[in-house]
């Protein structure tokens, strides 16, 4: 075999692993998407009738997506999610709260290293480790990266105010000055502010909530609405 003949065979050979490379490649892409929307799909429904065998389902399928590719930064944000979900329905059987907290850090962590600009996965990773560590310097460093990529989001607002209200005794000041700039911009959302009141009541903390909405002049329109009276009074 000549030279030239051996160079070309080289080439197809080359050629022939690039192909079986790119292609199992996205095989695996393939089936991480498809595991990733199954666990969506479950997710779907009320969280109220998400059973605890669901949301092992969820947590199969999110996991396989992750194994298959772990470069997709949704993945880790909702491996995160599923893990917090899973210790709220079965808060009152779970001894080992700080490891599955440690763990969804982990995978937000993992997710913003995939992609840093996404403001719902800094507020994720903000609330994660304030159930761990309570309002300190850390959970506040990850609010303000939240703030820079979501300033606007009403999920990232939400969250800033459940930090604040979990954490109300022990609270530091420039904690309660932000509680208060973002309950002010968030009543500009109008029909979706009354999402504050699930919030409050997640974290038992909806006195501290009608308190804060009932003597500053910002909440008037607020306090003559039904679900204020509902709630508050």
């Not at 949301?55 to 199969?60: Q, V």
């Not at 304030?130 to 990529?149: C, D, H, L, M, N």
């Amino acid at each position: 075999m000549n030279n030239l003949n051996m160079k070309r065979l080289t080439q197809i050979i080359l050629l022939a692993v690039i192909t079986l490379i790119i292609s199992y490649q996205s095989l695996q892409s393939m089936r991480a998407n498809t595991w990733y929307f199954n666990a969506l799909n479950i997710l779907k429904q009320p969280v109220s009738l998400i059973t605890s065998e669901e949301l092992k389902l969820a947590e199969s399928a999110i996991n396989l997506s992750t194994a298959k590719e772990p470069t997709h930064p949704h993945y880790w944000q909702l491996s995160a999610y599923i893990k917090m979900l899973n210790l709220a329905v079965t808060s009152e059987q779970n001894n080992n709260k700080l490891l599955v907290y440690q763990q969804a850090e982990k995978d937000l962590l993992k997710s913003l290293e995939l992609r840093q600009t996404w403001s719902e996965t800094w507020i994720a990773l903000a609330q994660v480790v304030s159930y761990q560590e309570g309002p300190t310097e850390r959970v506040y460093e990850y609010i303000q990266q939240a703030k820079k990529f979501g300033p606007y989001k009403l999920d990232v607002q939400l969250g800033i105010i459940q930090i604040a209200l979990m954490n109300w005794q022990r609270l530091p000041p420039k904690y309660k000055a932000l509680y208060i700039a973002e309950l002010n911009l968030t009543v500009k959302y109008g029909y979706k502010f009354y999402q504050i009141f699930d919030v409050a009541k997640q974290v038992d903390a909806l006195p501290i909530l009608c308190l804060s909405l009932k003597f500053s002049p910002d909440f008037e329109a607020v306090r003559t609405r039904w679900m204020f009276k509902k709630h508050c009074n």
